[in-house]
């Protein structure tokens, strides 16, 4: 909710967007630092383009054994469920920004979270996707996301 004053609006903004790229880089540490087992499908993370971001509202690039999966970062569920929002199908293209994509993981990071909580939560927002699109192609359920290597 916007206040009356438009500098307070610029600067909660501004810290928002902080706030947001600030998570963004702790996924990407919990990688260099979590002492976790990674499932076998994931082959590694990287940093989402401008132009991914812009078009699909992407954050992070997840290499897979099925192809590239995409990972929206949010700060919080009701940040996360707005986001949701502007990317449904049935949004005009210019309220959504022709962004819609079902295949992008929103994972959900605060502030405090160890770099084994924010991987964890990572995997298990990307093997939601990785599973959808594994339906979608009537690949065989034996290529289980729970597999461990």
């Not at 540490?29 to 002492?35: I, K, P």
């Not at 076998?40 to 989402?48: D, K, P, S, V, Y």
């Not at 949004?91 to 964890?120: F, H, M, T, W």
């Amino acid at each position: 909710m916007k206040s009356s004053d438009p500098l307070f609006d610029l600067l909660c903004g501004r810290a928002a967007v902080r706030r947001g790229f600030d998570h963004e880089w702790d996924v990407m540490r919990a990688f260099d630092v979590a002492h976790i087992e990674t499932p076998f499908w994931f082959l590694g993370i990287n940093w989402a383009t401008p132009e991914m971001d812009l078009e699909r509202g992407t954050d992070l690039v997840v290499e897979s054994d099925i192809g590239l999966l995409y990972l929206q970062v949010k700060s919080s569920l009701c940040i996360a469920e707005k986001f949701l929002r502007k990317q449904a199908p049935d949004r005009p293209a210019r309220q959504s920004r022709g962004r819609y994509n079902k295949y992008i993981a929103v994972v959900i990071i605060e502030d405090g979270l160890s770099p084994e909580v924010i991987c964890a939560r990572v995997f298990k927002s990307l093997a939601k996707i990785r599973d959808r699109l594994l339906a979608e192609r009537s690949i065989d359920p034996a290529v289980s996301s729970t597999t461990e290597r």
